[in-house]
T-cell receptor, first 119, second 109 residues
């Protein structure tokens, strides 16, 4: 199936610093990428949707100045958590959607996730 | 509003069969996905239904009734590795996946 990579898989940072997470589609072109956050035992929460070359659309309640999303190419999107605080500690997951032979239209292919811990 | 309703947790025995139900209310409907998510990992695709009826895929089957806003995932010959959360996610009119909290399935030997 389609492969999406995410880097880093785990990161620990100090409060007030910024962290960048990369999401790459390895064997298909991702016209749309999604960023999710998931707290323990809770559902996936969509943070933002981004289309290649345009500004991301953020969900209500998600601060766009704090969570910077860049989707500069059809295979790469980045999420930067700026001035991170302990409450930003969570599991961040990206997914990508695009044409992939054998896949369903509108299927999302998920990266393995990034565990962020802010101390 | 949009709403997904699944049981929070289910327990089943290795080798048995379990059915995980999902009812949904969405603004528009363009099909429904089932995903499996192991603890600490990202979701992985299990099935997609867009028409009414049963889709069978090995040990897993998924059923959809659009008129009832209802789907279920059927897992047969349960294995310990099937212990995970199962997420029902319909596609709304904007082709956005709507996520519920999922059902945590515990398999006992």
């Amino acid at each position: 199936g389609a492969v999406v990579s995410q880097h880093p898989s785990r990161v620990i940072c100090k409060s007030g610093t910024s962290v960048k997470i990369e999401c790459r589609s390895l064997d298909f072109q991702a016209t749309t990428m999604f960023w999710y956050r998931q707290f323990p035992k809770q559902s996936l929460m969509l943070m933002a949707t981004s289309n290649e070359g345009s500004k991301a659309t953020y969900e209500q309640g998600v601060e766009k100045d704090k969570f910077l999303i860049n989707h500069a190419s059809l295979t790469l999107s980045t999420l930067t958590v700026t001035s991170a605080h302990p409450e930003d500690s969570s599991f961040y997951i990206c997914s990508a959607r695009g044409e992939f032979r054998g896949g369903f239209a509108y299927e999302q292919y998920f990266g393995p996730g990034t565990r962020l811990t802010v101390t | 509003g949009q709403n997904i309703d699944q049981p929070t947790e289910m327990t089943a025995t290795e080798g048995a069969i379990v059915q995980i139900n999902c009812t949904y209310q969405t603004s528009g409907f363009n099909g429904l996905f089932w995903y499996q998510q192991h603890a600490g990992e990202a979701p992985t695709f299990l099935s997609y239904n867009v028409l009414d009826g049963l889709e069978e895929k090995g040990r897993f089957s998924s059923f959809l009734s659009r008129s009832k806003g209802y789907s279920y995932l059927l897992l047969k010959e349960l294995q310990m590795k099937d212990s995970a959360s199962y997420l029902c996610a319909p596609l709304d009119s904007n082709y956005q996946l709507i996520w519920g909290a999922g059902t945590k399935l515990i398999i006992k030997p």
